[in-house]
């Protein structure tokens, strides 16, 4: 079942980000959960088994200068190791997806580092498009 990521949700939104190689402590998780829920230009989602956190992601809704529409930006994705090829990103994706266009977002762009093969190949299996080069500076 796929639902709204909750405060209580923190320790295993934690251990799914540390999956994904950001390491985070419960108490991060639960306070960006919270900060994050409160936007209504963004959607937190988990897909939970039972009590089990499968999978989580958020997507956030930009406007931008170059076009009328706004833009999504999905900005975390992950799944638990055991439950990948089990359908549950992609369910992920397409609920992230239905809250972009209820945004009126025209397009939805995910970045993904680049030794993370198996992301892209998830990626356009599912319809996106290799689009451009992301550049990234640290503040």
């Known amino acids: 079942m796929i639902r709204d990521a909750a405060p209580a949700d923190a320790a295993q939104v934690a251990a799914l980000l540390g999956e994904l190689g950001y390491p985070t402590k419960e108490a991060q998780a639960r306070t960006r ?5 409160a936007r209504d230009d963004f959607r937190v989602r988990v897909f939970a088994d039972g009590d089990a956190i499968l999978g989580v992601g958020s997507l956030q809704v930009h406007p931008g200068l170059e076009h009328d529409e706004p833009i999504g ?8 190791k055991q439950a990948r090829r089990r359908g549950v990103g992609r369910a992920l994706v ?10 009126g977002c025209a397009r ?25 080069i992301r550049f990234r500076k640290t503040l």
């Open 73 to 80: 930006f999905i900005t975390a994705l992950v799944v638990s």
């Open 94 to 103: 397409d609920d992230l997806l239905d809250f972009a266009r209820e945004r």
């Open 33 to 37: 959960i919270k900060t994050l829920i």
């Open 108 to 132: 939805v762009n995910v970045g993904s580092a680049l030794h993370r093969a198996d992301a892209h190949a998830f990626y356009e299996g599912i319809g996106f498009t290799r689009s451009g």
